[in-house]
């Protein structure tokens, strides 16, 4: 008896299609570097979250709480918000300038930047000295603690970004940023955004209410 030949079938010889949400072949469909700024971010918004919500859970529950205008000098650090929200619009230049390629744009706008802030960090640490020196210590009452707390937090927060952005700088400098990793500036900026939005969070709950 003859064996009959089954019919070729070109879906067997077909490669196998990968998941529709994940192509291995093509790589993610998010940029792995922003994916993991993205989740570090989520983690400091929990952080602050938590800070922020302290601060107003004690506030609520404290009827002597002081006026902040009273102990605080609210002109200076609305000025020093100012500066920090400028700097936003100069490290948003300096993204721009490095997907361009051009390299003495990033240099300019990334330097101008990192000069915003670190003078954000001098006025800071400047304000500390001045109420330090009028004996506004930390362990005073639970106002001074929460407002050291949060701000000396942020501030940490910034030291942080700007020696990050001086980082960058320097690789730019270098000519190790161009058009094809423009997206470490990007990263950068993309932090740099965040703590400038915390700080106007902060400036608003500690300074002004």
Known sequence: MSQSIPAYDPALDAPAHHHAI??????????????AIWLFLATEVMFFAGLIGTYIVLRMGTPTW????????VDITAFNTFLLICSSATM?????????????GVLKWLGL????????????????????????????????????AMTGFHGLHVSAGVVWLICIWIAAALGKINK???????????YWHFVDLVW??????VYLM
């Open 22 to 35: 994940y192509d291995y072949d093509s790589g993610p469909p998010v940029h792995r570097g922003k994916f």
């Open 200 to 205: 106007v969070v902060l400036f608003t709950i």
């Open 66 to 73: 002081p006026d902040p205008a009273d102990r605080l000098a």
């Open 180 to 190: 094809e990793n423009y997206m470490k500036v990007e990263l950068a900026g993309l």
């Open 92 to 104: 948003v230049a300096a993204v721009e300038q490095a997907m361009k390629g051009e390299r003495g």
């Open 113 to 148: 930047t990192i000069l915003i802030g670190a003078t954000f960090v001098g006025i800071q640490v400047y304000e500390y000295f001045q109420l330090i020196a009028h004996g506004s210590l930390p362990n005073v009452d639970i106002f001074w603690s929460t407002f050291y």
